[in-house]
Nanobody
Framework: QVQLVESGGGLVQAGGSLRLSCAASGRTFNTYAMGWFRQAPGKEREFVAAIRWSGGNTYSTDSVKGRFTISRDSAENTVYLQMNSLKPEDTAVYYC?????????????????????WGQGTQVTVSS
């Protein structure tokens, strides 16, 4: 079992920044990748970014490229999402997820099906 706990969400004005954290605990030694997804009210959960645990290769969706950066601290079993130049359309509940089963091609991590564990989410609200 792996437990994921997100933190760092909040209310910020457009153009501002937030840094989300996701701390993993439990059987984390088989972590292949971790990712961030978000879900806005009335919309489906969408992929934001992913990072391969070994090597640190990253992949993100086009709408956040140049604004969001995913990173990880292997020693702390923590993944981060630095969000800059936030827009009102970034408002959503942000979830982190972990793949502990097998390693996929990086682009495959767009799919929620590649993840085994999910956090409870943290709310990010961007005001205009």
């Amino acid at each position: 079992q792996v437990q994921l706990v997100e933190s760092g969400g909040g209310l910020v004005q457009a153009g501002g920044s937030l840094r989300l954290s996701c701390a993993a605990s439990g059987r984390t030694f088989n972590t292949y990748a971790m990712g961030w997804f978000r879900q806005a009210p009335g919309k489906e959960r969408e992929f934001v970014a992913a990072i391969r645990w070994s090597g640190g290769n990253t992949y993100s969706t086009d709408s956040v490229k140049g604004r969001f950066t995913i990173s990880r601290d292997s020693a702390e079993n923590t993944v981060y999402l630095q969000m800059n130049s936030l827009k009102p359309e970034d408002t959503a509940v942000y979830y982190c997820a972990a793949d502990v089963t097998r390693e996929y091609f990086l682009a495959a991590y767009r799919s929620p099906d590649t993840y085994d564990y999910w956090g409870q989410g943290t709310q990010v609200t961007v005001s205009s």
